[in-house]
């Protein structure tokens, strides 16, 4: 089986503008979940997409969003970018039942200017 | 959220057997993992335990996991030069529980192996 893919690999954006990540999952998983990795402040997980619907959040602010489509696939946008927003955006597929393991993709680097 | 936290450096030697230690909070947590990130790279799932375990071994890990303390641990048994990366724990705190996946990862444990 494929693993988790995520596109693009890296990223330069500038301050401002807008950004879309996708990730597809391994196939046959229905939850995608979506984790935020800078040095300061760690992993921090953003939201989590079980069919079509957003099932978990975090504490992050509207700018960043997400949506899942009919074959799982994920995307995640962050509107209006800051300096800060720059990271290590990793997603990970789950069968998607309950509490179970998470398999992450390589990740896009994110670089905002 | 929940705190996990974990010490931020391991220096051993090769041949030698790593300990990386891990505290957590959520005493509701049905499972516990451990993830690998090498540099520049994503998370490679090593191992994980259930909440109702103490110990779960896997070739050359063995997870201990002692709820009363909320202490989990990682070995890794004559560990290699390949082993040298950021190890970080994790428990999934999806409320309720049983719905969901919302992971909260430790700060990292880098570990360095010297020949």
């Known amino acids: 089986k494929a693993g988790v893919t995520q596109t693009p690999r890296y990223l330069i954006k500038t301050r401002g503008q807008q950004v879309t990540l996708s990730c597809s999952p391994i196939?046959?998983?229905?939850?995608v979940s979506w984790y935020q990795q800078t040095p300061g402040q760690g992993l921090q997980f953003l939201f989590e997409y079980f069919s079509e619907t957003q099932r978990n959040k975090g504490n992050f602010p509207g700018r960043f969003s997400g949506r899942q489509f009919s074959n799982s696939r994920s995307e995640m946008n962050v509107s209006t970018l800051e300096l800060g927003d720059s990271a290590l955006y990793l997603c990970?597929?789950?069968?998607?039942?309950?509490?179970?393991?998470?398999?992450f993709g390589p990740g896009t680097r994110l670089l905002v200017l | 959220g929940e705190d996990v936290e974990q010490s931020l450096f391991l220096s051993v030697r090769e041949g030698d057997s790593s300990v990386i230690n891990c505290t957590y909070t959520d005493s509701s947590s049905t499972y516990l993992y451990w993830y690998k990130q090498e540099p520049g790279a994503g998370l490679q799932l090593l191992t994980y335990i259930f909440s109702n375990m103490d110990m779960k071994q896997d070739q050359r890990l063995t997870v201990l996991l002692n709820k009363k303390d909320k202490h989990l641990s990682l070995r890794i048994a004559d560990t290699q030069t390949g082993d040298s990366a950021i190890y970080f724990c994790a428990e999934n705190e999806s409320p309720p529980r049983g719905q969901g996946n919302k992971l909260t990862f430790g700060t990292g444990t880098q570990l360095k192996v010297e020949l």
């Open positions: 196939s046959g998983h229905r939850s």
């Open positions: 990970a597929s789950s069968p998607g039942t309950s509490q179970e393991t998470q398999y």
